[in-house]
């Protein structure tokens, strides 16, 4: 949101950055870290290791879904906030859990089970009143967005269940394997940026010279830096996680920024501040996501 100058609406903000550059650079920066942490830790013949394109194709399908998913999530910023993302995006722990029985044979016990369809009703109950609050107020709902959204939710779980088996099954040290992947976030990244994105929003197309002229840094400033730095970051960390736990932990772990994201986003948010309904069903998400992290 700050990025995107949304707490500042009401001044007027000039063109948009390209938002597909985001993800782009941040893989970058990702191969350069693990790269140096390889190279630092047993030194320039581990280049080799990074570098073999078999642990490429291996995580492949990880950075295929990860990433669109991501360019989705990109996309359904252009209809809601930070804050309603984070919300609906909770709906990863449920589908988690539901295809890590099935697919990895986890069982849960009936106490987490009875939370997770505590979360499901809740995120349901927030996208519903969303959408009602809208059609009082004679707008349109942005089915749209929610579909963006909900693809994220699905590609973002089939993706960390990849991830996990990938990351479990190998031996190589983490930032061995992290390379792989994100060589695979940078080409799929890549492609949506050139070819993907320019059919859906013509103006964000990098390659054209009149509508941006700085190419692919056109409009960035230090807000976007920030932005990528903390998508590193949060790459790092939560692979990290999924590597020495599970997908769920990773998601669990994720759900405690919620409430930051949420309630910081009140501030700026008028509309939201009016409806309370909206917020206690926020609310109902952000303490089942918490809770389950201490049901056994």
Not at 9 to 15: I, V
Not at 100 to 106: F, I, M, Q, Y
């Amino acid at each position: 949101d700050w990025a995107e100058n949304r707490p500042y609406k009401n001044r007027g903000c000039a063109r948009q950055y390209v938002r597909q550059t985001v993800p782009v650079f941040s893989s970058g920066l990702c191969i350069a870290a693990s790269l140096a942490v390889a190279v630092a830790s047993e030194g320039p013949g581990a280049l080799r290791r990074c570098l073999d394109p078999g642990r490429f194709l291996a995580f492949l399908p990880v950075s295929l879904f990860l990433a669109t998913g991501l360019s989705l999530k990109l996309m359904a910023v252009n209809h809601f906030q930070a804050g309603t993302i984070k919300i609906v995006g909770q709906l990863r722990l449920p589908v988690v859990a539901l295809f890590s029985t099935l697919l990895l044979a986890r069982r849960y016990s009936a106490v987490q089970w009875q939370v997770i369809g505590l979360i499901t009703t809740s995120c349901v109950c927030f996208v519903w009143l969303k959408g009602r609050r809208r059609q009082t107020e004679g707008k349109a709902v942005k089915w749209s967005g929610f579909l963006q959204l909900f693809s994220w939710v699905l590609l973002n779980v089939w993706g960390g269940i990849a991830a996990e088996r990938a990351y479990q099954s190998g031996t190589e040290p983490f930032y061995v394997q992290k390379v792989a992947e994100d060589f695979g976030h940078l080409l799929v990244g890549g492609l949506m940026l050139l070819l993907v994105v320019p059919r859906f929003k013509p103006d964000e197309d990098i390659r054209d010279g009149e509508r941006r002229p700085g190419g692919f840094f056109d409009a960035w400033d230090a807000r976007t830096v920030v932005t990528a730095l903390f998508l590193v970051a949060d790459s790092w960390i939560s692979n990290a996680i999924l590597k020495e736990f599970s997908s769920l932990t990773r998601s669990v772990a994720k759900a405690s920024a919620i409430a930051v994201v949420y309630f910081t986003s009140l501030r700026y948010s008028r509309d939201r501040r009016k409806d309370l309904g909206l917020t206690l069903t926020a609310m109902m998400v952000i303490q089942s996501s918490l809770l389950f992290g201490f049901c056994q």
